[in-house]
């Protein structure tokens, strides 16, 4: 069973800075290992969808949200099979939950970032930005 659990959300000031993590575990029924998935972090806010603002694979590739390009960095310990997403800068509109999710769909189609391609969610986690 994958298990994917989200951590380090906040209340931060605005130009402030916020670290989350994301532990992913397991495999799946057909005995695939959470090590081979690729792995994203989403964000929602209360009446909308969510979006995704960036993903990494096994192999590096990577993406971003125009929005967060420039602001957040993600990056991938794949012997721990964690991932992290630093936050600088943040902006009032990041305030959302944020969600770390896994999919065994690679390259572009994970890059495109459609929550429907992502079968596993962690919790979420608060972010807040506001003075």
């Known amino acids: 069973q994958i298990q994917v659990m989200d951590s380090g959300g906040g209340s931060v000031q605005p130009g402030g800075s916020l670290r989350l993590s994301c532990a992913a575990s397991?495999?799946?029924?057909?005995?695939?290992?959470?090590?081979?998935?690729?792995l994203a972090w989403f964000r929602q806010t209360p009446g909308n969808e969510r979006e995704g603002i960036a993903a990494m694979d096994i192999d590096g590739m990577n993406t971003y949200a125009e929005d967060v390009k420039g602001r957040f960095t993600i990056s991938r310990d794949n012997a721990k099979n964690t991932l992290t997403l630093q936050m600088n800068n943040l902006k009032p509109e990041d305030t959302a939950m944020y969600f770390c999710a896994a999919t065994f769909y690679g390259g572009e189609q994970c890059m495109r970032l459609w929550q429907a391609d992502f079968g596993y969610w962690g919790q979420g986690t608060q972010v807040t930005v506001a003075s």
């Open positions: 397991g495999y799946t029924v057909t005995g695939y290992p959470v090590s081979k998935a690729c």
